[in-house]
């Protein structure tokens, strides 16, 4: 009996004993589950966080691709990411922008912030002379005048009165056709890198030239990466089947003509020195030390017959190109015609000298330095060589990179049209058509507009720059004829270092246009008259005509005509003007943070 007792009281207990097990287990177990839940929650919340930082971050970077490529956005927009998105805004000003991203992964939010410094969003390009004409020279009448100095490529001839207050330079102009060229094909199937390594810091290339003249030109088909510094061209001596330390003349390479795609660049010689027919000469592009982001490419095939191609250093040792036998795209030009100055008071501000191979029927306050002349107040100091062309401060390669500027911002179809006191603004863009403006009209440029057809302004109207442009100037440029007449007023930003730069590409040279060319007006490029304001005006083909007491800061063309008192009054300021795009253009990331 008392074992069946015990057994039955063992039992119990152990029941017991299993269910206060089994109470704390499920208390355990529950405890764990609802840990399990919390900590899932915050693990969940935790990664749904660091989504939406990297989803932000993919906003910068996108934004930071389109505006450094030039590609098209809107200054809000929103992007997709994986499971997320995120909200894009770029603000500010053309000099300073501010890009902020928004994140969002289920409802949870992250938001950065960049900010670009645009110091190096320019081009610094050096308009040294009030007036600077190319091949097709200046012709000045009805007592017009340069308040500056004026070099020309071309012949300077003047009359009834016309004046230049400082230095005038008629330069000999080299032949229109180059004696040497390899230039096919286009484009090149072959490249050359220098300037990006100490042994392939120069680029070399072996000639011979078909006439003994002076060399005038150099050209080469370059692009650039990043911003190398200036080079020197040099014409050498060759050596035993390499280059030669005997310059025998040089020119500058300017870094700030050549674009980030293929364009012939001109390089003008010093001195025009004589290269005699079936003699070995080396063009070596001396470049500074070698940098992997800021170097220069040649286009190169193998087919020149008269010499080689080779990298290495001036002064020191050369290679062969890797492959080896190639050659650099180039023309050489030689020869051409003297310079002539006629008929113009030179130095009326008190100094200025007269530079030409002839000098006739003058009056000139300082030195006349020539080879021959006639009927002036002196007689020709023949003691200093004729001068030899200057490169336009402005290449094609510049114009490319600025027509890709306003193309990265839409394109608008046909005319664009503004009358009676409208204001607008508009930039960056392409216009297809024309941009016509006329009668009091207000227009503020926001970014480079490219205009394919004509620019007509008239009447009073008032052409600004945003504020946003701070000390840099802005570009306007046109395909077609630039007309401007009666009080066409150019304003900067308010810096006073802020200026427009008009420049149109047609062909038309007045009286000697091609034939075919469909040329309006005065039968010019660009068409300037009646108190036209503050503006650098420029015509890299054509012919610019000013007439009627128009005025202008700076003027540069192929060929200029100045008329009826026309007058260029130039600002020193502007040798060293900056433009707010173009090439070398780009920004600094001063910051990147994360904001609430």
Known sequence: MRNKNFKKEKGQAALITILIIASVLAILVAAFGALTVNDLKTIDKVTSSSQSYYVAESGIEDALVRIANKLPYSNNYTLAVGNGSTEVEVSGTVNALVVTSKGNVSNHFRKLSVNLDATTHSSQIAFNYGLQVNYGGLIMSNNSGVNGNV????????????????????ANSPALAADQVNDSPLPPGSSIVFGNATASQDLAQSFQVSVTEPISKIQLYLKKTGSPTNATVRIVNNNSGSPGTITIDSGTLASSTVGSSYSWI???????????????????????????????????????????????????????????????????????????????????????????????????????????????????????????????????????????????????????????????????????????????????????????????????????????????????????????????????????????????????????????????????????????????????????????????????????????????????????????????????????????
């Open 151 to 170: 070099y020309s490529n071309g012949d300077i001839l003047g009359s009834n009165g016309a004046f230049i207050s400082g230095s005038a330079y008629a």
């Open 266 to 596: 001109d390089v003008n010689m010093n001195s025009g020195a004589q290269l005699s027919s079936e003699t070995t000469y080396w063009l070596v592009v001396d470049a500074s030390t070698g940098s992997g982001t800021k170097n220069f490419t040649v286009g190169a095939n193998n087919t020149y017959s008269l010499g080689q191609a080779k990298i290495g250093q001036f002064s020191g040792s050369w290679n062969n190109t890797s492959p080896s036998g190639l050659d650099a795209y180039f023309k050489v030009y030689l020869g051409g015609t003297t310079g002539v100055i006629d008929n113009v008071n030179i130095g009326t501000s008190g100094v200025g000298d007269a530079h030409a191979h002839v000098i006739t029927d003058s009056t000139i306050t300082g030195s006349v330095y020539c080879q021959s002349g006639s009927g002036n107040n002196k007689v020709c100091d023949t003691s200093q060589p004729d001068p030899t062309p200057q490169n336009l401060p402005i290449s094609q390669a510049n114009i490319d990179d600025w027509q890709a500027e306003a193309a990265a911002g839409g394109t608008l179809s046909g005319n664009y049209t503004l009358d009676n006191g409208a204001v607008g603004s508009l930039g960056p863009t392409v216009i297809t058509g024309d941009l016509n403006l006329s009668n009091n009209v207000t227009f503020t440029m926001t970014g480079t507009i490219w205009v394919q057809g004509k620019i007509n302004l008239e009447n009073n109207v008032t052409m600004k720059l945003d504020p946003g442009y701070g000390s840099s100037g802005g570009i306007l440029l046109a395909s077609g004829y630039i007309n401007l007449v009666n009080n066409a007023i150019f304003q900067g930003s308010g810096d006073p270092n802020s200026y427009f730069l008009l420049l149109t590409t047609n062909d038309c040279v007045g009286s000697g246009s091609p034939t075919g060319l469909t040329c309006t007006g005065s039968n010019s490029a660009m068409d300037v008259s009646n108190n036209v304001g503050s503006v650098i005006l420029y015509s890299s083909r054509g012919q610019i005509n000013l007439a009627n007491n128009a005025e202008a800061k700076e003027v540069n063309g192929y060929k200029v005509f100045l008329s009826n008192n026309a007058t260029i009054n130039y600002q020193s300021g502007l040798a060293n003007a900056n433009f707010s795009s173009g090439p070398g253009g780009g920004y600094n990331i001063s910051n990147w943070i994360e904001i609430s």
